[in-house]
């Protein structure tokens, strides 16, 4: 079965962007990683990456497919920690 | 008069955004300063998070769950969790969010002002509390609608 793949572009401040293909039911967190070895950055306890499709945060475990777009651009950035309250 | 909110909405397209988030975005017809946003948590429930927005960007914009009657201060408006979920969100009677996205988290903490992921209107837009909302109601630390 010829399964039509999906266009994908990742920006990333400052960087020439990430492109690639990919079949619908790939999932993002799949992009993501090899968006961030393309840009040389990885993950740890204090720096987590998103994708943001329009400004809107996406899950890991979204598929590609999910996007309902032939072509898609996303945005690489760093999840920011915000300030909490405290309880009570 | 600039309408920066009216810009931020038209900005993005929050029929597809519904789609693949589940949200729907609404500005309020007779109080402009007023959006809301419909959004689901990680058991199917949906919650509605009213977002004052006066001054924006230059104002952090208040933000309260609210019922189908337009009320903060039913606690069925209002998601529960954990211990530290209540960091931020706080139940009514106190009904507020209690972040550094919101103008009640600094009329709170004073000290968060100028921190660098607090809110700043040159760098922050109502999407960021979206993200943030979105993402609280669909962590581990949310445990249903409250009682």
Request: with cysteine; glycine share 8%; proline share 6%.
């Amino acid at each position: 079965m010829n399964e039509k793949k999906i266009s994908v572009e990742v920006a990333y401040t400052g960087q020439d962007p990430y492109k690639d293909t990919f079949a619908p039911e790939v999932p993002l967190g799949t992009v993501k990683r090899k968006a961030m070895h393309q840009f040389g950055l990885e993950e740890s306890s204090a720096d987590k990456y998103i994708l943001q499709f329009d400004g809107a945060n996406l899950d890991d475990k979204a598929t590609v497919g999910s996007l309902g777009k032939p072509e898609v651009r996303l945005t690489l950035t760093l999840k920011k920690p915000q300030e909490k309250g405290y309880v009570g | 008069m600039s309408d920066k909110l009216g810009e931020f909405l038209d900005k993005h397209d929050w029929e597809l955004l519904g789609a693949i988030k589940g949200w729907h975005v609404e500005r309020d017809a007779v109080s402009p300063d007023f959006v809301r946003l419909t959004l689901p948590a990680s058991d199917g429930e949906k919650y509605i998070l009213r977002c004052r927005c006066d001054g924006y960007p230059e104002q952090a914009p208040g933000a309260v769950f609210i019922d189908a009657a337009a009320s903060p201060n039913e606690r069925t408006a209002w998601p529960a969790g954990t211990t530290e979920f209540y960091q931020v969100v706080k139940l009514p009677p106190a009904s507020f969010l209690c972040t550094d996205l919101t103008r009640e988290g600094f009329a709170r903490h004073p000290e968060w002002k100028g921190r660098a992921n607090a809110w700043n209107g040159t760098t922050h837009t109502l999407m960021d509390l979206f993200n943030y909302i979105h993402e609280l109601l669909n962590s581990h630390e949310y445990q249903g609608r409250c009682k």
